[in-house]
């Protein structure tokens, strides 16, 4: 049995990564596809955030925000992608693994994302009010806690800052 046979939901994923790597780098093309996760979450309503958790290369998870629709405030992309990843391979660690969101996590995100022992985060836009990698915190880098997290910031910035400005904007002109 492979990959697919395990994962068969998660092959639309896989093979718009797999498109996607063939114009892009690898996280170019796993930035891109948590960019279009945040482009639904866009449409639902939310903030649009979205999350792709990456093992060897394969879509393990890719979740979009959805604390409003779902009336849950823990219900951020990160969170989302770390709970069907976990279940999905019937372990908590998620060790090994990678995860590619449009904006920089918070304090609660970076909490699960220690917790679960991700290796890498990478990260599109910094947020520079609730950012726990760099901007407000710096929480899995500091060495204080058990396990200590990759940090890569920046990844196709531009478009996801671009992304959450328009969506705020629109929504500050809506209650002027």
Known sequence: M?????????????????????????????????????EVALRDGEVPVGAVLIAERRVMAAAHNLPVNLRDPTAHAEILAIRDAAALLGD???????????????????????????AK????????????????????????LNHRVEVYGGI????????????FATRRQGRD
């Open 2 to 38: 492979g990959y697919d046979d395990h994962h068969e939901h998660l092959a639309p994923f896989q093979e718009r990564l797999d498109e996607l790597q063939q114009r892009y780098t690898f996280g170019e093309a796993a930035m891109r596809l948590a960019l279009e996760e945040a």
């Open 92 to 118: 908590y660690r998620l060790v090994d693994t990678s995860i590619f969101v449009t904006l920089e996590p918070c304090v609660m995100c970076i909490g699960a994302i220690v917790n679960a022992r991700i």
């Open 121 to 144: 985060v990478y990260y599109g836009a910094r947020d520079e009010k609730a950012g726990a990698l760099g901007s407000v915190y710096d929480i899995g880098r500091d060495g204080r």
């Open 156 to 167: 196709l910035g531009a478009e996801c800052a671009r992304l959450l400005s328009n969506f």
